[in-house]
Protein backbone atom coordinates (compact mmCIF):
# COMPACT_ATOMS: atom_id res chain seq x y z
CA UNK A 1 0.00 0.00 0.00
CA UNK A 2 1.09 3.50 -0.79
CA UNK A 3 1.56 5.82 2.15
CA UNK A 4 2.92 8.98 3.60
CA UNK A 5 4.23 8.85 7.24
CA UNK A 6 5.51 12.87 8.98
CA UNK A 7 6.89 11.21 12.14
CA UNK A 8 6.79 13.94 13.95
CA UNK A 9 3.47 14.89 15.43
CA UNK A 10 5.01 18.60 16.37
CA UNK A 11 8.46 20.35 15.78
CA UNK A 12 9.74 23.35 17.54
CA UNK A 13 12.58 25.80 16.59
CA UNK A 14 13.66 28.93 17.81
CA UNK A 15 13.40 31.94 15.42
CA UNK A 16 16.24 32.24 13.24
CA UNK A 17 17.70 28.64 13.46
CA UNK A 18 17.28 26.53 10.30
CA UNK A 19 13.61 24.29 10.34
CA UNK A 20 13.37 20.71 8.81
CA UNK A 21 9.92 18.63 8.98
CA UNK A 22 10.74 15.44 7.89
CA UNK A 23 8.86 13.20 5.53
CA UNK A 24 8.96 9.57 4.02
CA UNK A 25 6.95 7.37 1.50
CA UNK A 26 6.14 4.40 0.37
CA UNK A 27 4.86 4.51 -3.58
CA UNK A 28 5.39 2.28 -6.34
CA UNK A 29 7.16 3.50 -9.56
CA UNK A 30 8.27 7.09 -9.34
CA UNK A 31 7.00 9.74 -6.88
CA UNK A 32 5.16 12.87 -7.27
CA UNK A 33 5.48 15.14 -3.78
CA UNK A 34 3.72 17.96 -2.50
CA UNK A 35 4.41 20.06 0.39
CA UNK A 36 0.86 21.91 1.70
CA UNK A 37 0.87 24.63 4.45
CA UNK A 38 -2.25 25.38 6.87
CA UNK A 39 -2.21 28.56 8.24
CA UNK A 40 -4.87 29.01 11.60
CA UNK A 41 -8.18 29.43 10.21
CA UNK A 42 -7.31 29.47 6.58
CA UNK A 43 -7.08 26.41 3.72
CA UNK A 44 -4.27 24.62 2.22
CA UNK A 45 -1.57 26.13 0.58
CA UNK A 46 0.81 25.04 -1.92
CA UNK A 47 4.39 25.12 -1.40
CA UNK A 48 6.03 23.19 -3.69
CA UNK A 49 6.34 19.86 -5.39
CA UNK A 50 9.03 17.43 -6.70
CA UNK A 51 7.98 15.99 -10.38
CA UNK A 52 11.33 15.19 -11.58
CA UNK A 53 14.77 17.03 -12.24
CA UNK A 54 16.65 18.60 -9.77
CA UNK A 55 16.51 16.63 -6.35
CA UNK A 56 16.27 20.08 -4.18
CA UNK A 57 12.88 21.61 -4.88
CA UNK A 58 12.71 25.52 -3.85
CA UNK A 59 8.99 26.87 -3.49
CA UNK A 60 7.14 29.17 -1.72
CA UNK A 61 8.19 31.32 1.30
CA UNK A 62 11.79 30.54 1.60
CA UNK A 63 10.98 26.96 2.03
CA UNK A 64 12.70 24.10 0.14
CA UNK A 65 12.86 20.43 0.34
CA UNK A 66 14.90 17.73 -0.90
CA UNK A 67 14.05 14.54 -2.71
CA UNK A 68 16.15 11.36 -1.47
CA UNK A 69 15.36 8.84 -3.35
CA UNK A 70 17.45 6.18 -1.35
CA UNK A 71 15.85 6.71 1.37
CA UNK A 72 12.52 7.77 0.27
CA UNK A 73 12.21 10.89 1.66
CA UNK A 74 11.15 14.33 0.63
CA UNK A 75 11.97 16.46 3.89
CA UNK A 76 10.79 20.19 3.97
CA UNK A 77 13.53 22.76 4.90
CA UNK A 78 14.27 26.40 5.96
CA UNK A 79 17.41 28.57 6.56
CA UNK A 80 16.14 30.54 8.84
CA UNK A 81 12.86 30.15 10.89
CA UNK A 82 10.10 32.97 10.83
CA UNK A 83 7.67 33.03 13.92
CA UNK A 84 5.28 33.82 10.71
CA UNK A 85 6.04 30.12 9.27
CA UNK A 86 3.64 28.80 13.00
CA UNK A 87 1.96 26.66 11.07
CA UNK A 88 0.54 22.62 10.08
CA UNK A 89 2.85 21.30 7.56
CA UNK A 90 1.03 18.33 5.42
CA UNK A 91 3.23 16.15 2.83
CA UNK A 92 1.37 14.31 -0.01
CA UNK A 93 2.28 12.08 -2.81
CA UNK A 94 0.20 10.97 -5.83
CA UNK A 95 -1.26 7.77 -6.30
CA UNK A 96 0.62 5.72 -8.85
CA UNK A 97 -2.94 4.16 -10.32
CA UNK A 98 -4.18 7.59 -10.35
CA UNK A 99 -3.36 10.59 -12.03
CA UNK A 100 -4.98 13.11 -9.41
CA UNK A 101 -5.67 10.90 -6.62
CA UNK A 102 -3.20 12.66 -3.51
CA UNK A 103 -2.34 10.57 -0.03
CA UNK A 104 -1.44 12.21 2.63
CA UNK A 105 0.78 12.76 6.03
CA UNK A 106 -1.18 13.21 9.12
CA UNK A 107 0.41 16.28 9.31
CA UNK A 108 3.49 18.39 11.26
CA UNK A 109 2.62 21.05 13.69
CA UNK A 110 5.71 23.72 13.38
CA UNK A 111 6.10 26.00 16.30
CA UNK A 112 8.42 28.90 15.86
CA UNK A 113 9.36 30.54 19.43
CA UNK A 114 10.52 33.88 19.49
CA UNK B 1 -8.44 35.25 -9.50
CA UNK B 2 -10.93 34.30 -7.02
CA UNK B 3 -9.87 30.81 -5.18
CA UNK B 4 -11.55 27.90 -4.40
CA UNK B 5 -14.52 28.64 -1.93
CA UNK B 6 -16.55 26.28 0.24
CA UNK B 7 -19.77 27.01 2.51
CA UNK B 8 -20.20 26.88 5.07
CA UNK B 9 -17.19 27.46 7.05
CA UNK B 10 -18.44 25.69 10.08
CA UNK B 11 -21.58 23.31 10.33
CA UNK B 12 -23.21 22.08 13.84
CA UNK B 13 -25.71 19.34 13.16
CA UNK B 14 -27.27 16.77 15.38
CA UNK B 15 -26.63 13.07 15.07
CA UNK B 16 -29.54 11.89 12.17
CA UNK B 17 -29.74 15.43 10.55
CA UNK B 18 -28.93 16.02 6.60
CA UNK B 19 -25.98 19.03 5.93
CA UNK B 20 -24.87 19.73 2.23
CA UNK B 21 -21.43 21.21 2.02
CA UNK B 22 -20.92 23.31 -1.11
CA UNK B 23 -17.49 23.95 -3.16
CA UNK B 24 -17.15 26.73 -5.93
CA UNK B 25 -13.75 25.62 -7.71
CA UNK B 26 -11.67 28.26 -9.58
CA UNK B 27 -13.34 29.23 -13.11
CA UNK B 28 -11.98 26.88 -15.60
CA UNK B 29 -10.95 24.24 -14.00
CA UNK B 30 -12.44 20.97 -14.81
CA UNK B 31 -10.64 18.82 -11.95
CA UNK B 32 -12.73 18.71 -8.85
CA UNK B 33 -11.73 16.95 -5.26
CA UNK B 34 -13.51 16.29 -2.38
CA UNK B 35 -10.98 15.18 0.69
CA UNK B 36 -12.26 14.77 4.79
CA UNK B 37 -9.10 15.19 7.96
CA UNK B 38 -11.11 13.75 10.94
CA UNK B 39 -9.77 15.00 13.46
CA UNK B 40 -5.50 14.89 14.46
CA UNK B 41 -5.14 12.32 11.02
CA UNK B 42 -4.29 12.34 7.58
CA UNK B 43 -6.25 13.70 5.07
CA UNK B 44 -8.41 11.50 3.13
CA UNK B 45 -9.05 11.64 -0.44
CA UNK B 46 -13.19 11.14 -1.11
CA UNK B 47 -13.62 11.56 -5.06
CA UNK B 48 -12.66 13.34 -8.37
CA UNK B 49 -15.01 15.05 -10.68
CA UNK B 50 -13.91 15.86 -14.36
CA UNK B 51 -16.49 18.39 -15.11
CA UNK B 52 -19.46 16.45 -14.16
CA UNK B 53 -18.08 12.97 -14.34
CA UNK B 54 -17.32 11.08 -11.13
CA UNK B 55 -13.58 10.15 -12.34
CA UNK B 56 -13.14 8.32 -9.27
CA UNK B 57 -15.27 8.14 -6.07
CA UNK B 58 -13.04 5.06 -4.34
CA UNK B 59 -13.40 7.20 -0.89
CA UNK B 60 -16.67 7.93 -0.21
CA UNK B 61 -17.07 6.05 2.96
CA UNK B 62 -20.21 4.66 2.54
CA UNK B 63 -24.00 5.46 0.64
CA UNK B 64 -24.53 8.18 3.45
CA UNK B 65 -22.52 10.64 1.19
CA UNK B 66 -23.72 11.91 -1.93
CA UNK B 67 -21.38 14.19 -3.97
CA UNK B 68 -22.76 15.67 -7.35
CA UNK B 69 -21.84 18.47 -9.87
CA UNK B 70 -24.25 19.29 -11.96
CA UNK B 71 -23.46 21.54 -15.11
CA UNK B 72 -19.46 21.12 -14.31
CA UNK B 73 -18.85 24.05 -12.14
CA UNK B 74 -19.85 24.11 -8.14
CA UNK B 75 -20.30 20.98 -6.17
CA UNK B 76 -22.26 19.67 -3.38
CA UNK B 77 -21.59 17.11 -0.99
CA UNK B 78 -24.44 15.66 0.94
CA UNK B 79 -24.27 13.57 4.45
CA UNK B 80 -27.66 11.90 5.19
CA UNK B 81 -28.03 11.05 7.57
CA UNK B 82 -24.98 12.28 9.52
CA UNK B 83 -23.04 10.68 12.15
CA UNK B 84 -20.60 11.18 14.97
CA UNK B 85 -17.63 9.75 12.89
CA UNK B 86 -18.62 12.19 10.34
CA UNK B 87 -17.48 14.94 12.10
CA UNK B 88 -13.54 16.79 10.86
CA UNK B 89 -13.08 19.06 7.80
CA UNK B 90 -13.99 18.74 4.39
CA UNK B 91 -11.87 20.26 1.96
CA UNK B 92 -12.53 20.82 -1.72
CA UNK B 93 -9.53 21.38 -4.04
CA UNK B 94 -9.74 22.18 -8.02
CA UNK B 95 -7.21 21.96 -10.57
CA UNK B 96 -6.43 22.39 -14.49
CA UNK B 97 -3.82 19.46 -14.49
CA UNK B 98 -2.50 16.98 -12.17
CA UNK B 99 0.63 18.57 -10.79
CA UNK B 100 -1.11 21.34 -8.64
CA UNK B 101 -4.34 21.05 -6.48
CA UNK B 102 -5.47 24.44 -4.90
CA UNK B 103 -7.74 23.91 -2.41
CA UNK B 104 -10.87 25.40 -0.61
CA UNK B 105 -10.52 27.18 3.45
CA UNK B 106 -12.14 23.56 4.51
CA UNK B 107 -16.02 23.34 6.15
CA UNK B 108 -15.57 22.04 9.91
CA UNK B 109 -18.32 19.93 10.42
CA UNK B 110 -19.61 18.61 14.07
CA UNK B 111 -22.06 16.24 14.49
CA UNK B 112 -23.09 15.95 18.22
Known amino acids: AQSVAQPEDQVNVAEGNPLTVKCTYSVSGNPYLFWYVQYPNRGLQFLLK????DNLVKGSYGFEAEFNKSQTSFHLKKPSALVSDSALYFC????????????WGAGTKLIIKP | EAGVTQFPSHSVIEKGQTVTLRCDPI?????LYWYRRVMGKEIKFLLHFVKESKQDESGMPNNRFLAERTGGTYSTLKVQPAELEDSGVYFC??????????FGPGTRLTVL
Open chain 2, 27 to 31: SGHDN
Open chain 1, 92 to 103: AVRHMDSNYQLI
Open chain 2, 93 to 102: ASSWTANEQF
Open chain 1, 50 to 53: YITG
